[in-house]
């Protein structure tokens, strides 16, 4: 039998991007996510967001069956923190939170990817390295 986070992503339909998804991806290198228990299948979350500031939200299919035993919708919600990079004054300039993906990974029914772009790795640009030109880029994914 699926777990819930299993059953969760196979009945979500679409992202939503609360700014829109190209200015979510141009704005933001990561966004943290997370399980929210709700009682609609659509629409952004009316649970107040006490983590931060919601950017984006899974949206279930109709049929979509509760999977929670409260009879709540288990939804991906995606949002920011004061203290992120995104943010004015926000930390994590060249690290990453624990629960944090790139946007641009984040796709109905499949979880996102922490890519370098999110974890604040950009390659050297041959004049900050002193001459010569710079190595291929170094591969958008995972490296552990």
Do not use: C
């Not at 992202?15 to 996510?33: K, N």
């Not at 009316?46 to 984006?56: E, K, L, N, P, W």
């Not at 279930?60 to 920011?80: G, I, K, N, Q």
């Amino acid at each position: 039998m699926p777990d819930a986070s299993t059953t969760s992503l196979s009945q979500e339909v679409s992202i939503v991007w609360v700014e829109g998804e190209q200015v979510t991806w141009e704005r933001y290198e990561y966004v943290r996510w997370m399980w929210e228990k709700t009682r609609t299948k659509a629409g952004k979350p009316s649970g107040a967001m006490r983590a931060g500031r919601i950017v984006g939200y899974a949206e279930l299919d109709d049929t979509a069956e509760p999977t929670e035993p409260s009879r709540r919708y288990r939804r991906r919600v995606f949002y920011v923190k004061s203290n992120d990079r995104s943010e004015p004054g926000g930390q994590y300039q060249d690290a990453t939170p624990h629960e944090a993906v790139d946007p641009r990974t984040v796709r109905a029914g499949t979880h996102g990817r922490l890519t370098d772009r999110a974890r604040g790795r950009r390659p050297a640009r041959p004049e900050d390295t002193g001459g010569g030109p710079a190595g291929p880029p170094p591969p958008d994914g995972m490296l552990f």
